[in-house]
Each structure stands twice: as C-alpha cells, then as structure tokens.
Nanobody, 124 residues
Framework: QVQLVESGGGLVQAGGSLRLSCAAS????????MAWFRQAPGKEREFVAG????????QYSDFVKGRFTISKANAKNTVYLQMNSLKPEDTAVYSC?????????????????WGQGTQVTVSS
C-alpha cells in the first residue's frame, strides 16, 4: 500500500524560507513523476512544481519560478520543495503527489497517489 507523507510545514514570516519533504513508502520502483500542489482556503488546488524521475526535468508554476526549487533525494521516491522569499499569498496546504506513468506534470489527473498535506502559513 503506497503512502505519501509530507513534513516541514509551519509558520514563517514573509521573506523567510521553508523546506518541505515528501517520503513515499510501499513501492519498490521510482514513480514516473512526483509533484507538489497547494490549496489555499476557499480556492482550488493548484500545481506548484513537479519533477520527472527519469532525467530529473522540472516544471514550475509561474508564481513560484525563481523562488521555489523541487529536487529528488538519493532515497527512492523522496522529494523536497525548497521555498524561499515566501509571501503571504503562498499560505496554503501543500500536498505531495506521485504518478505511476507519463502524464502532464501540472495536471492533477496525472497523479495516482496523494499525501495528506502540510500547512504552510506566511505572515506579513
């Protein structure tokens, strides 16, 4: 049974940094793609960043480019999201997602598994 567990969320002041981690268990092989999505109160869930296991290509939403970095750990199926220059509008629940096969990196329907999410709150 596959499980994704996120950690690293918290409260930070605007301009600060946080590093989120997502560890997957229950699977021996790399997922095709892993990604981060977020959902702010009263808003739809939106794509933040994704990374392909093969080749390590990354994709980012426009609103985090230059501030956030997604990376893979040496451990299988573990990804990080380094978030710098955080803004109050980055406040949301951040969820990790994992895909078994190819699909659009920024499409929610690509992903087969989702974590419970970790809260990120940025104060002004």
């Amino acid at each position: 049974q596959v499980q994704l567990v996120e950690s690293g969320g918290g409260l930070v002041q605007a301009g600060g940094s946080l590093r989120l981690s997502c560890a997957a268990s229950g699977r021996s092989y790399d997922f095709y793609t892993m990604a981060w999505f977020r959902q702010a109160p009263g808003k739809e869930r939106e794509f933040v960043a994704g990374i392909r296991s093969s080749g390590g290509s990354q994709q980012y939403s426009d609103f985090v480019k230059g501030r956030f970095t997604i990376s893979k750990a040496n451990a299988k199926n573990t990804v990080y999201l380094q978030m710098n220059s955080l803004k109050p509008e980055d406040t949301a629940v951040y969820s990790c997602a994992a895909a078994l096969s190819w699909g659009l990196v920024d499409a929610q329907y690509t992903y087969n598994y989702w974590g419970q999410g970790t809260q990120v709150t940025v104060s002004s």
